[in-house]
Structure formats: C-alpha cells, structure tokens
C-alpha cells in the first residue's frame, strides 16, 4: 500500500551546497526516423533526470520506469535510477539507466529499483539530505513514482531543492486524488477477483459464508469494484455505514429461500474482520469462514491496463519536465490524460456510491 508519509512539515532555508556543472555528452539519435515530437528542454538546461519509486509496490511501476527512461533518452536526457525510494536517495544510491536496463521489465511486479519505507523524509534533516544527492548528482529533473504519501516527499522535496519533480500515481489503493485510476489499481483487483472466483467454489460447495478482506488500508475502492466484479452479496467499505444486524438478517431470508452460499467483501479498514465473523456466526448460526487476502494483490504481472497507465504517465512526466514544469501530478480522468499541483493528491477522492448501489441492486 502507499506510503503513509501523512504529515511532512514546511521548511525552507536547507542549506544546500550548489555543484558547478560539468558539461557531459549527450547520446543522439540517429538512423530511422521516428514520428514522435521532441521538446526542447535536453537542449536548454535539463540534461539529466531521476526516476524514484517509493513506498508500497503497485503493478506496473516497472513499465512506467521503462516509459521515463526510454521517452528521456529519446529526448536526449540521462537518466539516473534511485533504488529504494527516497531511503535510497537519502543514502545515494543512485544508478546509470539504459534503454538496456528496462529491456523485458513491462510485464514484471514489483519494481526493478525496490522500495522502501522511509520516515527519515518526514523530517528537516532527511528532506535536506534527499536534495543534497540531487544536486550532487546534477539532477535536473526527478520522476517519482508512488502513493499519495510518496507524492507528499515529492512536494516538499520540490519546495526544499527547486528541482523540477513531477508525481506519478501509483498504488493498488486507488485513494490518490486527481486521477481516475492509479497505476497497479486494475491489476490488483483482477488478482483479487481471481481469488475469490476460486473462493466461490468453495462456498457453493460447502454452502457457507464467507468474508473475504481485500487491501485498500482507509479506503473502499479496491473492495468496491473487487466486490461489484465478484458478484459479493454484501460489500463493506469505510466510507459507507453498515448494520450487522441488517446483514444476519439477509443472509437469513437468502437462506430461507434456497441461497446456500454467500460471499462479503470488506476492505481491510472497513473493520475488525475476524470481530464480524464472529458476530455474523453468532447471529446466523451460519457457518461462516474468514479469508484475508493480504500482499499477494501487490505482486504478479500487470494487466494491460496497468501498463497502458504507467506508459502514458511515464512518458507525460518527462515531457512536463522538459516543459519546464514541476511540482505537478500526472493522471487519467474521463479518459484524458491531465495535470494536477502536487498537493491535490492527498485531497479525499470520493468513492462512486453508483457502483455500491449497483452492487446492492445486483446481488439481490
């Protein structure tokens, strides 16, 4: 999940030690030509960029590395990888990128350059760290790649260093403002969704309830349309009230007219899930299983639309940089790619109540 980076207080005055800049060459491109717009920015200031992927994991960060790296080499900028989010670039570990080094990563979870939870970067000292490494390393430009915790460092970081960085959503929750869809969002419901069509099985076979927690930590979006997809008889999520007694008493009357199985979807902070187990039996008298999916909805292969994402955004980003803009979000609404200030990114984004009331209508 996103990196719960809630609360980076303001600062300024971080003391920063300024690099003269070496000139360096510039690899061009040369051969076939390619029908695609180049800007002018590798030729006017910003010649070497940064991409960071930060916090909790999401499917398709590696496509998206891919899309910065090779849409900035293309460009004619260098780009620098950070390994293990802005620990990494705390500590400056950062590395040479190729066009080689992203070959064969679009279909891969996970993230070539890792990750890492920092709470160094919720501090003076480790915002002032993380932009010395960049102006050590003559970074013009920074890609990161994360939740709405990660596009918080982001902003801050941009503030403290005035580098251009621009943010790019990534995270399995979806809770990232400004954007319809983050990147690894649609993978990880299709792998939770796998799971409980076998889960299904199951329950019809032994006709019983099952409860069956999803991630989404204080939000209901991957719940919801996990829920919606799954055909789930009760959907619980944060952000809508919900009565166990009304819930028994369903489940009561289903059975009572030949519904013998049943499953609930609930997003892991929509409650203590083996808490409503424990109430649903009681009340029922049904016998009802709990099955918490956990970190296997971070990982395995993104789907198509988790790439699609992560190579629009990817590619956007360096553009916007090469724009001369920074401190901005990439992100997807109506089907348009659009452009946010960072800081709209921890705005609440609001659950569609269509879809749980689509769901409601759906399941009876």
Same mark, same amino acid.
């Given at each position: ?28 491109? @040369? ?18 960029? $940064? ?6 994991? $999401? ?36 590395? %040479? ?14 993230? =070539? ?17 993380? %932009?010395? /490494? ?69 329950? /019809? ?6 409860? =069956? ?47 013998? @199985?049943?499953? =609930? ?18 009340? /029922? ?26 190579? =629009? ?52």
């Amino acid at each position: 999940m996103a990196t719960t980076t809630d609360s980076i207080p303001p600062w300024e005055g971080l003391a920063l030690k300024p690099l003269a800049r070496k000139p360096m060459n510039h690899r061009k491109e @040369s051969g076939k030509s390619i029908m695609l717009e180049r800007y002018p920015g590798g030729d006017k200031g910003m010649k070497r960029i $940064a991409v960071v992927t930060s916090g909790g994991d $999401a499917p398709g960060m590696n496509a998206c590395i891919r899309a910065v790296v090779r849409t900035a080499i293309f460009q004619g900028l260098e780009v620098l990888g950070v390994e293990r989010g802005y620990k990494g670039l705390i500590e400056g570990e950062v590395e %040479a990128l190729t066009r080689r080094s992203v070959s064969g990563i679009i279909n891969l979870g996970g993230t =070539i350059l890792k990750t890492a939870r920092c709470e160094e970067m919720r501090t003076k000292e480790g915002i002032r760290k993380a %932009a010395q /490494t960049l102006i050590e390393n003559r970074i013009d430009g920074v890609v990161v790649v994360g939740g709405d915790g990660s596009l918080r460092g982001a902003w801050e970081l941009f503030k403290a260093s005035g580098i251009p960085i621009i943010g790019i959503p990534a995270s399995i929750d979806n809770d990232v403002a400004g954007t319809d869809y983050t990147i690894g969002f649609d993978t990880a419901v299709n792998t939770a969704l796998d799971a409980i069509d076998k889960i299904r099985d199951t329950a /019809t076979s032994h006709e019983r309830v099952f409860i =069956i927690e999803v991630m989404g930590r204080n939000r209901g979006f991957l719940a919801l349309h996990v829920g919606l997809a799954a055909g789930a008889e009760f959907i619980l999520v944060p952000e809508i009230e919900y009565s166990l007694d009304e819930i028994s008493r369903e489940l009561k009357e289903a059975r009572e007219k030949g519904k013998r @199985s049943s499953i =609930i979807v609930m997003a892991e902070g929509a409650g203590s899930s083996p808490k409503i187990a424990r109430e649903i039996a009681r009340k /029922t008298g049904f016998d009802i299983r709990l099955s918490t999916l956990g970190y296997i909805q971070r990982g395995g292969t993104p789907t198509a639309f988790s790439r699609y994402l992560a190579s =629009i955004f990817g590619s956007e980003a360096v553009k916007l940089l090469l724009k001369g803009k920074g401190g901005l979000m990439v992100g997807i609404e109506n089907g348009e790619i659009t452009t946010h200030k960072l800081t709209y990114a921890w705005k609440r984004k609001p659950l569609d109540r269509r879809l749980y009331r689509l769901s409601n209508l759906l399941a009876t």
